[in-house]
């Protein structure tokens, strides 16, 4: 099942996107409730194109992994940690699709990280194990954990390149029946739809830790709660970003995230 979290003439609602991209298009169906709970159809419909879709869910926080793919930890630089390596990014970073990555005037260097994002369900998670991790997740959308490369490499913390406004796009909707295990991970980067170049290429098998290994790791050091996103690592081939261009990311089996980059100055 997909869950979004939308714009409509009546207002905000959380839906269930029905349908296969086609002739037929997609719909969003109103829920009364919130995705974690039993669904219940309000009886109205749109079609996806004629709603605007938000990040999917509310998060209390986001956790990143770093160096997670091998490759991408060889191309900056870096070993492979031995254990997790974990960061936050602030609520305040997410954004949802077709929302503006806002360059800072802090940084020369913003670069895009596409990666598979992994949404806590209703029970949370806490010093869970394996099995309990699995139970633990609702779901996954595809994630981009936008990085001011220089402050990242300049700051001894990467709180400040991992946490501006908009540095962290989300969506475009939460699938809840996904085998995680292997599936491809994109990035395409350009300043018109007939001009996207992919940057980045890889697949989930190439995860140093997998999905339950880190959902259990991290809760042995916090308390996930419902709704909060855990991003999994992104492939090698990560690259500037600049004002004018276009970010999409997907991840197979789930969908596709753009976000246009603008620049704050």
Not at 116 to 139: C, E, K, N, P, S
């Amino acid at each position: 099942m997909r869950f979004a979290r939308f714009v409509h003439a009546g207002g905000v609602s959380f839906g269930v996107v029905e349908g296969e991209s086609g002739a037929g298009g997609l719909t969003v169906a109103e829920i009364s409730s919130l995705p974690f709970e039993q669904v219940r159809l309000t009886g109205q419909r749109w079609a996806l194109a004629d709603v605007r879709l938000l990040a999917p869910i509310f998060s209390s926080k986001v956790i990143g992994v770093g160096r997670n793919y091998a490759e991408h930890a060889a191309e900056l630089g870096n070993e492979v940690p031995k254990e997790p390596l974990i960061f936050i990014k602030p609520s305040t970073s997410v954004i949802g699709p077709n929302d503006a990555i806002r360059i800072p005037p802090q940084s020369q260097q913003v670069e895009h990280e596409a990666e598979l994002a992994v949404v806590i369900g209703a029970t949370g998670a806490r010093r869970v194990d394996r099995a309990g991790a699995q139970r633990a997740i609702f779901g996954y959308t595809v994630g981009n954990d936008v990085t001011a490369r220089d402050l990242q490499r300049s700051d001894p913390q990467w709180t400040r390149a991992k946490g501006f406004d908009s540095f962290c796009p989300i969506g475009p909707w939460i699938e809840t029946e996904l085998d995680v295990s292997d599936l491809e991970v994109r990035c395409e980067v350009g300043r018109s739809p007939d001009q996207m170049e992919v940057r980045q290429l890889g697949r989930t098998k190439d995860m140093v830790f997998d999905v339950p290994t880190l959902v259990s790791y991290i809760s042995h050091v916090m308390t996930l709660l419902p709704g909060d996103i855990i991003l999994t690592g992104t492939p090698a081939g990560v690259s500037q970003i600049v004002s004018g261009e276009t970010v999409s990311v997907s991840v197979q089996g789930i969908g596709e995230l753009r976000n246009p980059v603008v620049s704050l100055d």
